[in-house]
């Protein structure tokens, strides 16, 4: 077993190589300006959507910022309880009919905004009955459908991480989740949106596991778990990213532990006839994308992603990576959204200065910020004519 001083060193070897690639990438467009679209002075957010009328959702897990409610809507500046203060209150006698810490928002192509609940606050074993995805009528601002997901694929190890939808599969179409598990096994989620059917795909599969010996490099240090009391551990978390194609045949996604994008066809990941090893056969490599928390898609086919390790947003465009804009103010790019006006927006959340990282000191320095690039293109938005 290699020393902790070898990984670490092994870690910085590979962050200046991944340095030397970018500074290699050939001379690009210039980089587009950061806009500051949004401030947070409290909890920390982690998901971002942007509807295609423009209105603009966040959420903020119950990871221990105490936040007093788990979604939010961006409204004037002031981020207000969505869709209002008593679905964000949790109620233990009644799981599925309250938001308990949601980890994803994600606004359809049908005017409403979804809601992906982890039921798992600070990373616990989720609440019984609590993990689900949950519709909101955007024109009425009420839930219009709750699907809660079985014991069968919300394993005990579980944390539902992001989400994206096709709505032209089946009778009320498909959705597609990450588990980001820490502490278990990754893999892809399928959920029949019409019957609430749902089944786990490439649980357990290298491609949704975190990367053997991966050790990102953030704020020039080695990101690791370092508790307060005892040793540091490596960061391991499992299928994280997520994105689908501009037509809706493939679906993208990754480790967040780990730098490689992969696809694998949708037709496959949702027919239950075709077996693991057969799915498995047909995913393929995209290349090195950078450590990613998310990623977006967009309308000409491109795939966007955050880096982590050097504040970036970078691009799939043509089968080649390159990077976007990098700058400080990028301080762990979280989630990504594509608004119908022509931007990427994402999260800047300093996610890596967290206590659980620097032996219980909190280095986060609020405001939080939702950040935004000009992309010149929309979002994917899967539905029928």
Do not use: C
């Not at 992001?162 to 032209?168: M, T």
């Not at 280095?363 to 000009?374: E, N, S, W």
Request: a negative charge; charged letters at 20%.
């Amino acid at each position: 077993m290699k020393s902790l001083t070898a990984t670490l060193a092994a870690a910085l070897s590979i962050a200046l190589a991944n340095d030397a690639a970018r500074a290699a990438e050939p001379s690009a467009a210039p980089a587009p300006a950061i806009e500051q679209v949004a401030q947070f002075d409290g909890a920390m957010p982690t998901g971002i959507t942007v509807a295609p009328n423009g209105r603009m959702f966040v959420n903020f897990p119950q990871w221990g910022d105490n936040a007093p409610f788990t979604v939010g809507e961006v409204v004037n500046g002031t981020t207000v309880p969505y869709p209002e203060l008593a679905t964000n209150q949790p109620d233990p006698a009644a799981p599925a009919a309250h938001f308990i810490s949601v980890q994803s928002v994600v606004a359809d192509g049908a005017n409403r905004l979804w809601v992906l609940d982890t039921a798992a606050p600070g990373f616990r074993t989720p609440q019984p009955g609590g993990a689900k995805l949950v519709a909101i009528d955007l024109a009425t601002n009420t839930i219009v459908r709750t699907i809660v997901l079985p014991d069968s694929v919300v394993l005990p190890t579980t944390y539902l991480n992001d989400v994206r939808f096709d709505l032209r599969q089946g009778e009320a179409g498909v959705a597609y989740i990450t588990d980001s598990s820490n502490a278990g096994i990754g893999g892809i989620i399928v959920v029949d949106l019409a019957t609430g059917k749902a089944f786990r795909r490439l649980s357990g599969h290298a491609s949704t596991a975190p990367e053997p010996d991966f050790t990102p490099v953030v704020d020039g240090e080695p990101l690791m778990n370092r508790p307060a009391n005892g040793p540091a551990k490596p960061v391991r978390v499992a299928s994280d990213a997520i994105a689908l194609s501009a037509d809706g045949s493939l679906l993208y996604y990754g480790p967040l532990s780990g730098r490689t994008l992969y696809a694998v066809p949708t037709a496959a990941l949702r027919d239950p006839r075709v077996s693991e090893a057969d799915l498995a056969g047909q995913i393929r490599d995209m290349g090195a994308k950078g450590a990613s928390d998310g990623i977006a898609e967009d309308d000409r086919g491109r795939v966007f992603a955050g880096d982590y390790e050097h504040n970036a947003i970078r691009v799939l465009d043509q089968g080649k990576w390159s990077t976007v804009v990098t700058d400080p103010a990028i301080s762990w790019p979280d989630t990504l959204s594509i608004g119908r006006d022509g931007y990427l927006y994402f999260t800047a959340n300093q996610l890596h200065r967290q206590a659980g990282f620097h032996e219980g000191r909190d280095l986060r320095r609020k405001p939080y910020a939702v950040l935004r690039i000009r992309i010149d293109s929309g979002p994917v938005l899967l539905t029928r004519p």
